[in-house]
């Protein structure tokens, strides 16, 4: 039976031999065993060394199952974590929900610091910043995933721990009144931060109340897109406003950070130190497609194994390019797969917009809105987009794209099936 393919680097995995798991995933894999009953009342561990059959014989874990089953089953005694959330050496968070209901997630107190370090180290554009004292701002849905995330009105002093603020009190950037986007760019210029990190439509919009204020930050130095799946169209008015590197940092809250790269570069890497991420044959017809299967490194707290995130990645010579969830990418009727990728190569080349988003209404209908400044000439960019779709389109200019209830984006959103 021939091994699973791996995301990682080889040295990453650990010596192979035999037939048996390279090492460093083997132990991981038994590690994760011994912290978790979940694993061994779902599928006991044979003893012994880990044969590739033995390891493909572990179930998967979904996303479904553990919102299902509830957090508590990941734990022997959950009176311990009980006590470790009221000594602080335990923290907790929730998922945003978009799938399947929201979901908690227990991390050990320290956790999310240590992996987002990992995470930087294994960027070059990243690396200068670690170890060394710096300021961060962060524009992104309340409920995001840093154990951080201010769930209370607190003024401007109150929301800068240790060099980072986080700018927006409340979701969906679309109905900040002026006011609150004078506060936003006020609080920005007096942190001057060497980062910017957010999800991407808020930081667009933020670079729209920058520019109309008339304001430069010329401090900053890098510019994190993460907590969803920006588009050129959103990276390009970042840009305008703040002319640094991009960097494309991707995971999820109950994993960590997996992902990290110069954004549009298709070059990510796995973040090594982080997560073993196994690549899972997706379509026939795309040998280079795959889903991926997480199993988190060092993690004490609900460790995951082959956990399925619902995530496409697509393998290129320089790296890898996330395409987004498997629910948000389409299949056209000649089997051509559509992603925010092929949309963003499909637009205009003088199409300007500050977000968008495609959804279908029918089989072979789909409603393109966008916000801009100006109207766009929708002939030439419907032609584009019924092309690459192989549907009828139709644009419409909208001054507000609300998000989903967890205040997060979707660019693509294909008819359920």
Not at 154 to 183: I, K, M, Q
Not at 210 to 220: I, T, W, Y
Not at 310 to 324: A, K, Q
Not at 353 to 369: K, P, S, V
Request: net charge neutral.
């Amino acid at each position: 039976m021939p091994a699973p393919s791996f995301a990682n680097h080889p040295a990453a995995l650990g010596g192979v031999s035999n037939g048996f798991l390279p090492e460093a995933l083997e132990s991981e894999v038994c590690r994760i065993y011994a912290r978790s009953p979940l694993y061994g009342l779902r599928h006991p561990l044979e003893a012994g060394r880990l044969h590739w059959a033995q390891y493909e014989a572990l179930p998967v874990l979904s996303k479904r199952e553990i919102v299902e089953r509830g957090h508590r089953v990941f734990f022997s005694d959950y009176r311990e974590v009980e006590r470790g959330l009221q000594e602080k050496r335990y923290e907790y968070e929730s998922t945003s929900g978009t799938t399947q209901g929201p979901m908690t997630v227990i991390m050990e107190d320290g956790w999310w610091n240590a992996q987002t370090e990992r995470a930087y180290l294994a960027s070059p554009l990243l690396r200068p910043f670690v170890g060394r004292p710096y300021r961060k701002c962060i524009l992104a849905p309340v409920g995001c995933s840093s154990n951080l995330c201010p769930y209370e009105d607190h003024p401007f002093p109150h929301r800068y721990f240790d060099g980072v603020v986080y700018l927006n009190l409340s979701s969906d950037p679309f109905v900040f009144p002026e006011g609150e986007w004078d506060r936003i760019v006020r609080e920005l210029q007096a942190v001057q931060p060497e980062v910017i990190e957010g999800e991407p439509v808020y930081l667009s919009l933020l670079a729209r109340a920058v520019a109309r204020r008339h304001v430069q930050v010329p401090s900053v130095k890098a510019v994190i897109l993460t907590y969803g799946k920006a588009s050129l169209v959103h990276s390009r008015r970042i840009a305008e406003v703040f002319p640094a590197p991009q960097v494309d940092l991707y995971g999820s809250t109950e994993a960590g950070y997996l992902f990290v790269g110069e954004a549009f570069k298709d070059d990510l890497q796995v973040v090594d130190a982080n997560a073993f991420i196994e690549l899972v044959p997706w379509r026939e017809a795309l040998p280079e497609v795959f889903q991926i299967h997480v199993t988190t490194r060092g993690r004490e707290a609900m460790p995951l194994l082959r956990y399925h995130t619902g995530d496409i990645v697509r393998r290129l010579p320089t790296g890898f390019r996330i395409l987004g969830r498997e629910r948000d990418v389409y299949f056209r009727e000649d089997g051509g797969l559509v992603s925010a990728s092929e949309v963003d190569a499909a637009l205009p080349a003088g199409f300007v917009a500050w977000h968008y988003a495609l959804q279908q209404t029918g089989e072979r209908r789909w409603d393109f809105h966008y916000v801009a400044d100006q109207t766009a000439d929708h002939g030439p960019l419907e032609a584009a987009l019924s092309a690459v779709l192989g549907a009828r389109v139709n644009a419409f200019r909208r001054r507000v794209i609300p998000p989903a209830a967890s205040g997060k984006f979707a660019l693509l959103k294909p008819l359920v099936r």
